[in-house]
């Protein structure tokens, strides 16, 4: 039995019901890791000893009746932004390549409180700045179904940890698509909560009002399951929400008649591969057949998400990484002249060109004189476009449409325009800036046998019905793995 | 000097608030713990934490807002003010810019020409910063992050004041009104008031403001005052050189009784001022800002009123008392344990303060209590001292604060009621002095006080004069 190619949910079952052991799981994923890590770099820290001992830890737990849950025992693999404690947390950047936090993030937390074994950090752009898991400081990530091309980013190591079966599960982030554009490049699941949803405490931040956490795996139910395990409300986090429905594998059931969905007409525009038009109006065409009202209606402001968001994220995050300038962690330069010099040879030495570039855009943004120019304009186009979704989700329960306009690009070519880079993110992107949850499932494979991926968004806090949407889509087809 | 010039001054008071715990954490506030033991997370920088707004810290600044008489912005925010220095671990410092929690207020102060109302900008909430250690030695610089995240109120006047005494009044009467809030100890010494001088000066009668200045590290009443005197000379110097003053950032040194620049506004950095996103907007609802209304405690003006209604004592007397939130509470504790208003005002403004200007102390830094002070003037009252031995025990109160019921007891200080032992101590004296004696009987009055004297010498202070009075009538008769 290969125990990787099974779902985490499926995976947990076996344990509970002790047809698997939570340490040969774990022997499971630290063999696949051994076996084809070499191929796809999708960590950056393998804690093999550690892991081995909470593997023997939560089976005790199983064992005293103590730990119950899906998913206890069931290896995950965290993103590099998220806090765990005394181990290895360097956001793939050269500038924490010593850092272990004293802490572990809140959702970490939860998620060993669900009996989680955590083999490792996954791997992703510098900061999560990036779309393509190039810009880390510790090489690329293969996307497992080409290794020519890359996994989507930021969350790249996280998808591709879960396509190549090194992890039965992962946690991504997602400020502007990182977790559904990854997903979708590498043929899994993903969901971007409402913002709130997932506390933030302990995920290092890149654009604090756009972050979230979320899920990554094989399919819906995992996802689900997942989601209900990490979703809490937290004091640390002043934007955590409290809310009364956690409880979201309820909504893990094959019926979507009456379900109202809406294409936006203007997703549907130049620069939209063909093939991943047609495999999306594929699903879409499916939904309908099982008795869902399907609907094209314009949605408007498309064009405008994009630079409000460079905008916002970049003058967040130019201050959110202001504080890795090698005084109290981290990287500090060799040999310094002043307080003044030491910052400034550490912080460039110790960033990479897109995260510098991201830093300057938003220190410019922000700078006396253009503030309301830029800032202050970004953040109502972001109240526009909130409008926008008010309006469409008056009429629509679910919204349908592409992850990303192509399939994954080949290696190296998005850095060399970072422009062309940027508009990948068409898509995804509004949705952070409505604080609204996005899920990417996939919905077939292009010409070149590369995963195509399909987005469902709901309403803030309506996230039981892009899963029922989600779930009841997958049941129509089965899951394709790219290893052979 | 052939032209007269005025000061235009305005000030920004820094005060630290008396919360338990810091404004973003729930790390300790209190001063002095070895360094870096009052931290977490949250107030060194680390990644990945996240501010969570101390209630508390809004309700003080509400409370200071509404007793300066300002605007209570209901709907108010925290700004991310950026700048990299490592006292702050986040290199940015979480402020208040475009809606600070208070707006547009102001004080009354005396003045020889009347009284003034000096205008308050804003108030607005923000968090201390860390503190560095230069070592010499090591030719490094430590930081400490205790201080990190301590909650501060900083108050903005208008530019309103023109000279030294006017700034010192407007000084006392806004601490004052803090102390009396419970909001913070405003002490300037321990820095937990901190005031910068923004001063310009122009010509008498001119409409336009001259090119101020703005003067740090300015730790006591008397430093203000001097730094004001000199930067006033400074600028009116370069102008009657028909130079021109230099907008920049001064610090003041009351060694050298002179100020240098720090930093011009042409090095003067571009804050990047922005909302932060890692915090709500806090919104005070009516009903919250009912609630602190009602909280807010008697102040000064309304305990004076009450003190002339319930106590018969000096209204001078009232106005000292009350001149310290601290004194007042003692006043008023001694009086709850049920010592005469009248005798515990007595105690406060006679040896109280004479012992304080003795030990050049100020009014807060009184440390006994209210309770010894109920009990010696209980003692005295049951006359089982007398003012004398009274005067030397309250000097070990104000001194210790010791008990004066065990200290007379103690010492042997208690007088003497046996009217025996009195009597014939008396018949003693007035057999040794017959000089006085005669001089009594033949009409001099007066010389009774020095038997008087010469019996208490003898009782060792321990006896009642009254008593001693009473027996020497009788017997010279």
Same mark, same amino acid.
């Given at each position: 039995?290969?125990?990787?190619?099974?779902?985490?949910?499926?995976?947990?079952?076996?344990?509970?019901?002790?047809?698997?052991?939570?340490?040969?799981?774990?022997?499971?994923?630290?063999?696949?890791?051994?076996?084809?890590?070499?191929?796809?770099?999708?960590?950056?820290?393998?804690?093999?000893?550690?892991?081995?001992?909470?593997?023997?830890?939560?089976?005790?737990?199983?064992?005293?009746?103590?730990?119950?849950?899906?998913?206890?025992?069931?290896?995950?693999?965290?993103?590099?932004?998220?806090?765990?404690?005394?181990?290895?947390?360097?956001?793939?950047?050269?500038?924490?390549?010593?850092?272990?936090?004293?802490?572990?993030?809140?959702?970490?937390?939860?998620?060993?409180?669900?009996?989680?074994?955590?083999?490792?950090?996954?791997?992703?752009?510098?900061?999560?700045?990036?779309?393509?898991?190039?810009?880390?400081?510790?090489?690329?990530?293969?996307?497992?179904?080409?290794?020519?091309?890359?996994?989507?980013?930021?969350?790249?190591?996280?998808?591709?940890?879960?396509?190549?079966?090194?992890?039965?599960?992962?946690?991504?982030?997602?400020?502007?698509?990182?977790?559904?554009?990854?997903?979708?490049?590498?043929?899994?699941?993903?969901?971007?909560?409402?913002?709130?949803?997932?506390?933030?405490?302990?995920?290092?931040?890149?654009?604090?009002?756009?972050?979230?956490?979320?899920?990554?795996?094989?399919?819906?139910?995992?996802?689900?399951?997942?989601?209900?395990?990490?979703?809490?409300?937290?004091?640390?986090?002043?934007?955590?929400?409290?809310?009364?429905?956690?409880?979201?594998?309820?909504?893990?059931?094959?019926?979507?008649?009456?379900?109202?969905?809406?294409?936006?007409?203007?997703?549907?525009?130049?620069?939209?591969?063909?093939?991943?038009?047609?495999?999306?109006?594929?699903?879409?065409?499916?939904?309908?057949?099982?008795?869902?009202?399907?609907?094209?209606?314009?949605?408007?402001?498309?064009?405008?998400?994009?630079? =409000? *968001? @460079?905008?916002? /994220?970049?003058?967040?995050?130019?201050?959110?990484?202001?504080? &890795? %300038?090698?005084?109290?962690?981290? #990287?500090?330069?060799?040999?310094?002249?002043?307080?003044?010099?030491?910052?400034?040879?550490?912080?460039?030495?110790?960033?990479?060109?897109?995260?510098?570039?991201?830093?300057?855009?938003?220190?410019?943004?922000?700078?006396?004189?253009?503030?309301? =120019? *830029? @800032?202050?304009? /970004?953040?109502?186009?972001?109240?526009?476009?909130?409008?926008? &979704? %008010?309006?469409?989700?008056?009429? #629509?329960?679910?919204?349908?449409?592409?992850?990303?306009?192509?399939?994954?690009?080949?290696?190296?070519?998005?850095?060399?325009?970072?422009?062309?880079?940027?508009?990948?993110?068409?898509?995804?992107?509004?949705?952070?800036?409505?604080?609204?949850?996005?899920?990417?499932?996939?919905?077939?494979?292009?010409?070149?046998?590369?995963?195509?991926?399909?987005?469902?968004?709901?309403?803030?806090?309506?996230?039981?019905?892009?899963?029922?949407?989600?779930?009841?889509?997958?049941?129509?087809?089965?899951?394709?793995?790219?290893?052979? | 000097?052939?032209?007269?010039?005025?000061?235009?001054?305005?000030?920004?008071?820094?005060?630290?608030?008396?919360?338990?715990?810091?404004?973003?954490?729930?790390?300790?506030?209190?001063?002095?713990?070895?360094?870096?033991?009052?931290?977490?997370?949250?107030?060194?920088?680390?990644?990945?934490?996240?501010?969570?707004?101390?209630?508390?810290?809004?309700?003080?600044?509400?409370?200071?807002?509404?007793?300066?008489?300002?605007?209570?912005?209901?709907?108010?925010?925290?700004?991310?003010?950026?700048?990299?220095?490592?006292?702050?671990?986040?290199?940015?410092?979480?402020?208040?810019?475009?809606?600070?929690?208070?707006?547009?207020?102001?004080?009354?102060?005396?003045?020889?020409?009347?009284?003034?109302?000096?205008?308050?900008?804003?108030?607005?909430?923000?968090?201390?910063?860390?503190?560095?250690?230069?070592?010499?030695?090591?030719?490094?610089?430590?930081?400490?992050?205790?201080?990190?995240?301590?909650?501060?109120?900083?108050?903005?006047?208008?530019?309103?004041?023109?000279?030294?005494?006017?700034?010192?009044?407007?000084?006392?009467?806004?601490?004052?009104?803090?102390?009396?809030?419970?909001?913070?100890?405003?002490?300037?010494?321990?820095?937990?008031?901190?005031?910068?001088?923004?001063?310009?000066?122009?010509?008498?009668?001119?409409?336009?403001?001259?090119?101020?200045?703005?003067?740090?590290?300015?730790?006591?009443?008397?430093?203000?005052?001097?730094?004001?005197?000199?930067?006033?000379?400074?600028?009116?110097?370069?102008?009657?050189?028909?130079?021109?003053?230099?907008?920049?950032?001064?610090?003041?040194?009351?060694?050298?009784?002179?100020?240098?620049?720090?930093?011009?506004?042409?090095?003067?950095?571009?804050?990047?001022?922005?909302?932060?996103?890692?915090?709500?907007?806090?919104?005070?609802?009516?009903?919250?800002?009912?609630?602190?209304?009602?909280?807010?405690?008697?102040?000064?003006?309304?305990?004076?009123?009450?003190?002339?209604?319930?106590?018969?004592?000096?209204?001078?007397?009232?106005?000292?008392?009350?001149?310290?939130?601290?004194?007042?509470?003692?006043?008023?504790?001694?009086?709850?344990?049920?010592?005469?208003?009248?005798?515990?005002?007595?105690?406060?403004?006679?040896?109280?303060?004479?012992?304080?200007?003795?030990?050049?102390?100020?009014?807060?830094?009184?440390?006994?209590?209210?309770?010894?002070?109920?009990?010696?003037?209980?003692?005295?009252?049951?006359?089982?001292?007398?003012?004398?031995?009274?005067?030397?025990?309250?000097?070990?109160?104000?001194?210790?604060?010791?008990?004066?019921?065990?200290?007379?007891?103690?010492?042997?200080?208690?007088?003497?009621?046996?009217?025996?032992?009195?009597?014939?101590?008396?018949?003693?004296?007035?057999?040794?002095?017959?000089?006085?004696?005669?001089?009594?009987?033949?009409?001099?009055?007066?010389?009774?006080?020095?038997?008087?004297?010469?019996?208490?010498?003898?009782?060792?202070?321990?006896?009642?004069?009254?008593?001693?009075?009473?027996?020497?009538?009788?017997?010279?008769?």
């Amino acid at each position: 039995m290969n125990l990787m190619s099974l779902t985490a949910v499926e995976l947990g079952k076996k344990i509970k019901a002790k047809e698997v052991t939570v340490l040969e799981a774990t022997k499971a994923a630290l063999a696949a890791i051994e076996e084809r890590e070499s191929k796809y770099n999708c960590y950056v820290t393998v804690d093999k000893e550690g892991a081995l001992k909470r593997a023997e830890e939560v089976q005790k737990l199983i064992d005293q009746g103590e730990l119950t849950g899906p998913l206890a025992g069931v290896p995950v693999a965290i993103k590099d932004n998220m806090c765990t404690k005394d181990m290895l947390t360097t956001c793939s950047s050269k500038i924490l390549s010593n850092f272990k936090p004293t802490y572990s993030a809140e959702a970490v937390v939860n998620l060993e409180k669900a009996g989680a074994v955590i083999i490792g950090k996954t791997n992703m752009d510098e900061f999560a700045m990036g779309s393509t898991t190039e810009t880390s400081y510790y090489g690329e990530t293969k996307n497992p179904w080409n290794e020519e091309r890359v996994p989507g980013g930021s969350s790249g190591g996280s998808c591709a940890a879960v396509a190549a079966e090194e992890c039965s599960y992962a946690l991504g982030s997602d400020t502007g698509g990182s977790i559904r554009q990854p997903s979708s490049f590498c043929g899994v699941t993903g969901i971007k909560p409402t913002y709130g949803t997932v506390s933030r405490y302990g995920l290092i931040a890149y654009g604090s009002s756009l972050d979230q956490i979320g899920p990554v795996a094989k399919d819906v139910t995992d996802c689900a399951t997942i989601l209900e395990a990490i979703s809490s409300y937290d004091k640390k986090d002043s934007t955590s929400v409290k809310r009364e429905d956690y409880d979201f594998t309820s909504a893990l059931v094959d019926d979507v008649k009456g379900m109202r969905i809406g294409i936006p007409t203007d997703y549907f525009i130049d620069g939209l591969d063909s093939e991943v038009k047609e495999a999306v109006l594929q699903a879409a065409n499916t939904l309908k057949e099982k008795g869902a009202i399907v609907e094209e209606f314009e949605l408007g402001l498309v064009e405008y998400a994009i630079p =409000a *968001y @460079y905008v916002i /994220a970049s003058a967040e995050a130019s201050s959110n990484l202001s504080r &890795f %300038d090698g005084v109290k962690y981290g #990287y500090r330069t060799e040999s310094f002249d002043g307080l003044h010099n030491m910052y400034k040879k550490t912080r460039s030495e110790g960033f990479g060109a897109e995260v510098k570039r991201r830093i300057m855009l938003g220190s410019f943004v922000l700078s006396s004189g253009y503030y309301d =120019a *830029y @800032y202050l304009k /970004a953040l109502r186009t972001k109240a526009l476009i909130k409008k926008e &979704f %008010d309006k469409a989700f008056e009429k #629509y329960d679910v919204i349908l449409g592409p992850v990303a306009p192509t399939t994954a690009p080949k290696l190296g070519d998005s850095l060399s325009d970072p422009i062309k880079m940027y508009l990948g993110d068409i898509y995804t992107i509004a949705v952070n800036l409505a604080g609204l949850p996005g899920m990417s499932v996939p919905c077939g494979t292009d010409s070149k046998g590369l995963p195509i991926g399909l987005q469902l968004i709901g309403d803030c806090f309506q996230e039981k019905k892009i899963i029922q949407a989600a779930y009841s889509f997958e049941q129509t087809r089965t899951y394709k793995r790219p290893l052979n | 000097m052939s032209k007269q010039y005025e000061t235009v001054i305005g000030l920004e008071v820094h005060v630290e608030l008396a919360t338990k715990t810091k404004i973003f954490c729930g790390c300790s506030t209190e001063f002095g713990g070895a360094p870096n033991t009052h931290t977490c997370p949250v107030c060194t920088g680390m990644p990945g934490s996240l501010p969570v707004l101390n209630k508390q810290v809004v309700e003080y600044a509400m409370a200071v807002g509404l007793a300066t008489n300002c605007t209570i912005t209901q709907f108010n925010k925290f700004d991310r003010k950026n700048y990299f220095y490592p006292d702050n671990p986040q290199n940015y410092q979480i402020s208040q810019l475009y809606l600070p929690i208070c707006r547009d207020g102001g004080i009354e102060i005396d003045t020889p020409a009347g009284k003034k109302t000096i205008g308050i900008h804003e108030i607005h909430m923000e968090e201390d910063a860390g503190k560095l250690i230069h070592d010499e030695w090591e030719d490094c610089s430590l930081v400490d992050y205790n201080r990190s995240g301590v909650p501060l109120i900083e108050i903005v006047s208008e530019p309103d004041m023109r000279s030294a005494d006017e700034v010192i009044a407007y000084l006392e009467k806004l601490r004052l009104i803090i102390q009396y809030l419970g909001a913070s100890d405003c002490k300037l010494n321990e820095g937990s008031m901190r005031a910068d001088v923004n001063l310009s000066v122009r010509e008498v009668g001119a409409s336009e403001f001259g090119t101020r200045t703005e003067m740090k590290n300015l730790n006591s009443f008397k430093a203000i005052a001097r730094a004001i005197e000199g930067e006033r000379a400074r600028q009116i110097e370069l102008l009657e050189e028909g130079k021109q003053v230099i907008q920049e950032t001064r610090r003041w040194d009351d060694n050298k009784e002179y100020s240098y620049a720090m930093r011009s506004k042409e090095d003067a950095q571009d804050y990047r001022y922005f909302p932060d996103p890692d915090l709500v907007p806090v919104i005070i609802s009516d009903e919250w800002l009912n609630e602190v209304k009602a909280k807010q405690p008697e102040l000064q003006a309304e305990k004076k009123e009450r003190y002339k209604k319930e106590f018969d004592i000096p209204e001078y007397d009232i106005d000292i008392i009350t001149g310290s939130k601290h004194m007042a509470d003692i006043f008023e504790e001694t009086i709850s344990l049920g010592a005469n208003p009248k005798k515990v005002s007595n105690w406060l403004m006679v040896e109280t303060m004479r012992l304080l200007k003795e030990h050049e102390m100020e009014p807060e830094d009184i440390k006994f209590s209210a309770t010894n002070l109920a009990k010696l003037i209980q003692l005295t009252d049951e006359k089982a001292i007398n003012s004398t031995v009274a005067k030397e025990v309250f000097e070990q109160i104000f001194n210790e604060d010791i008990d004066p019921v065990a200290y007379v007891e103690e010492k042997g200080l208690k007088t003497v009621n046996d009217e025996g032992a009195l009597r014939s101590t008396i018949e003693q004296v007035i057999a040794n002095n017959p000089q006085s004696v005669e001089d009594y009987k033949s009409g001099k009055k007066k010389a009774i006080g020095f038997l008087v004297g010469q019996t208490m010498k003898e009782m060792k202070g321990k006896a009642d004069p009254s008593m001693i009075n009473q027996i020497l009538v009788e017997l010279l008769q």
